[in-house]
């Protein structure tokens, strides 16, 4: 049964058929007639009468050109069974698309973002033939220095958050760092944060009597979460930053060999002594002679926290940076671009499958 203004109680929502009808109008050789219109297009066999199909096509034809959309009609023989609709493709088609390497890099950065599913592969297309456009290395150059670097929270984070936020108690098997042995954990969580390249759960500790920092990708099989609401009272103050700070490491200092003009957020961090020159430890003994192992490339010392998230940006970089030092920052980098050099080799023996 129809509402009796052409709308259908039930069937295609309205902004479905009117996507379908744009689909239908770009596509057609050469017009659509409104019969063609009603059988060929999804949505419009809804329509419960002839007279509530002409409203329905009527007020979205409208509804599209104030949109901006061009629809323009065709008369072939002055009938109005001849009378057909097509959209002008020379005034609806998108000018040729022209940006500028920093440009695409943002729009890469924001379309990291898209974490849902049924999006990430629209994206990815989208990206492919973006870059396709010629913005060249320097593109990826913005999108490797800038993309955030939180790995996955994993299967634990929804149930503690569902539990910090109605002050549930919790228990969970987890991994110690430091010994690797796997013991249950009975826990107040007050807070998550990201910081490094993880996520982590701060809260008290009931076993042991004391605020704790648990990191989520350490934590093994599922999380149980208490029936009762309101079980514990959080402090008024939760230092979260101070609380997971020694959990992301000392400051060390990197050696890079980068390309000219190249890995510019990695240069926008180079240490600097206050006259702007660049830090004596750049011009060191080590240093020193990686200058003369780097030839062609730019020398600079970079500060950073967690081996591991810093191994992952310059990877991104590829063969524009190289470290120099310390070693396990250079092991970790190289280990990465073997693994992506060995997934590469495997996809083109395949078949190029990408």
Do not use: C
Request: aromatic share 6%.
């Amino acid at each position: 049964m129809g509402s009796g203004d052409g709308t259908p109680a039930r069937g295609t929502p309205p902004a479905e058929r009117l996507l379908n009808l744009v689909i239908a109008l770009v596509n057609t050789s050469a017009a659509m007639t409104k019969q063609q219109v009603r059988s060929g297009v999804n949505g419009y066999g809804d329509a419960p009468s002839t007279e509530a199909f002409e409203r329905m096509f009527e007020r979205d034809k409208d509804t599209l050109r104030a949109l901006g959309i061009p629809i323009v009609t065709v008369d072939a023989g002055g009938h109005s069974d001849e009378v057909g609709y097509r959209i002008d493709n020379d005034a609806y088609a998108l000018g040729p698309v022209d940006l500028t390497p920093a440009e695409l890099g943002v729009v890469a950065l924001a379309a990291q973002l898209w974490s849902d599913k049924t999006l990430r592969t629209d994206m990815s297309r989208a990206m492919t033939k973006l870059r396709a456009a010629g913005a060249g290395e320097a593109a990826t150059d913005a999108v490797a220095g800038l993309a955030p670097r939180v790995r996955a929270a994993g299967d634990a984070y929804v149930p503690l958050l569902e539990a910090v936020s109605e002050r549930r108690d919790v228990s969970f098997r987890y991994r110690a760092a430091s010994t690797g042995q796997v013991l249950t954990r009975h826990v107040e969580p007050w807070r998550i944060a990201a910081r490094g390249s993880g996520w982590y759960l701060v809260g008290f500790d009931r076993a042991r009597g004391a605020a704790r920092v648990f990191r989520l990708s350490r934590i093994a099989g599922r999380v149980r979460v208490g029936a009762r609401s309101g079980a514990f009272d959080v402090p008024a103050e939760v230092d979260v930053d101070a609380m997971l700070g020694e959990r992301v490491g000392v400051t060390r200092r990197a050696v890079l060999a980068v390309v000219p003009e190249r890995a510019q957020a990695l240069r926008a961090r180079v240490l600097r002594r206050p006259d702007g020159a660049a830090d004596e430890g750049a011009q060191g003994e080590g240093a020193g002679g990686a200058r003369r192992a780097a030839r062609g490339r730019d020398v600079v010392e970079v500060e950073f926290r967690s081996l591991s998230a810093f191994a992952d940006e310059v990877a991104a970089y590829g063969a524009a940076v190289v470290v120099l030092e310390p070693a396990d920052l250079r092991a970790d980098v190289v280990r990465r671009l073997s693994a992506a050099a060995a997934l590469d080799a495997s996809v083109d023996g395949e078949g190029n499958r990408g």
